[in-house]
């Protein structure tokens, strides 16, 4: 079983939808989780961090962290076609050092 | 200011060059972090230096030899690679704290032939 699971995709939603993605981890000792956004060629981009349970909104963007269920969401409220990207989730799962386990990512994508 | 800067962009050496990888950055961060990233993969990490000391290493092959002279520089040197070592180079900064968050640069992309 991978540490941190996402589903690859593509989710395809078209503009102006809420698109919904989802992350489960595995270690129940995990403390921060992370969500960034990658364009293609490009270097991941932090898009939001979370900490504790409950929905942390940051404009068109929700993160809702679930420990007991060990998923972590992002919610992308009024889609845009520039929001096409692949998402990684990202987890701190060594608390007694600075390292973060990816996802595989999962592709978005926004139909005009 | 978030700022990681990488150089160079891009670089094409053959298998037996040796050639250098650069990160900075100037936000006072004290770990750092190296990554290598294939086509469709997530970032898989290779290195974390932490106050200028080697803290992790991911069973990285010795042809990769990370180097840390400073609190603002990383250094990635590379001799006798492999073809399969073509990928994109990620170099992250975080303040330096157990549970914070990592801000990436933008990459060399790394061809081997």
């Known amino acids: 079983q991978k540490e941190v699971e996402q589903n690859s995709g593509p989710l395809s939603v078209p503009e102006g939808a809420i698109a919904s993605l989802n992350c489960t981890y595995s270690?129940?000792?995990?403390?921060?989780f992370f969500w960034y956004r990658q364009y293609s060629g490009k270097s991941p981009e932090l898009i939001m961090f979370?900490?504790?349970?409950g929905d942390k909104e940051d404009g068109r963007f929700t993160a809702q962290l679930n420990k007991a269920s060990q998923y972590v969401s992002l919610l992308i409220r009024d889609s845009q076609p520039s929001d096409s990207a692949t998402y990684l989730c990202?987890?701190?799962?060594?608390?007694?050092?600075?390292?973060?386990?990816f996802g595989g990512g999962t592709r978005l994508m926004v139909k005009p | 200011d978030t700022e990681v800067t990488q150089t160079p962009k891009h670089l094409v050496m053959g298998m037996t060059n040796k050639k250098s990888l650069k990160c900075e950055q100037h936000?006072?961060?004290?770990?750092m972090y190296w990554y290598k990233q294939k086509a469709k993969k997530p970032p898989e990490l290779m290195f974390v230096?932490?106050?200028?000391?080697?803290?992790i290493n991911e069973s990285v092959p010795s042809r990769f030899s990370p180097e840390c002279p400073n609190s603002s520089l990383l250094n990635l040197h590379l001799h006798a690679l492999q073809p399969e070592d073509s990928a994109l180079y990620l170099c992250?900064?975080?303040?330096?704290?157990?549970?914070?968050?990592?801000?990436f640069g933008p990459g060399t992309r790394l061809l081997v032939l």
């Open positions: 992250a900064s975080s303040h330096g704290s157990a549970v914070e968050t990592q801000y």
């Open positions: 270690d129940r000792g995990s403390q921060s």
């Open positions: 979370i900490y504790s349970n």
């Open positions: 990202a987890v701190n799962t060594n608390n007694a050092g600075n390292m973060l386990t």
């Open positions: 936000m006072g961060h004290r770990a």
């Open positions: 230096y932490s106050y200028e000391k080697l803290s």
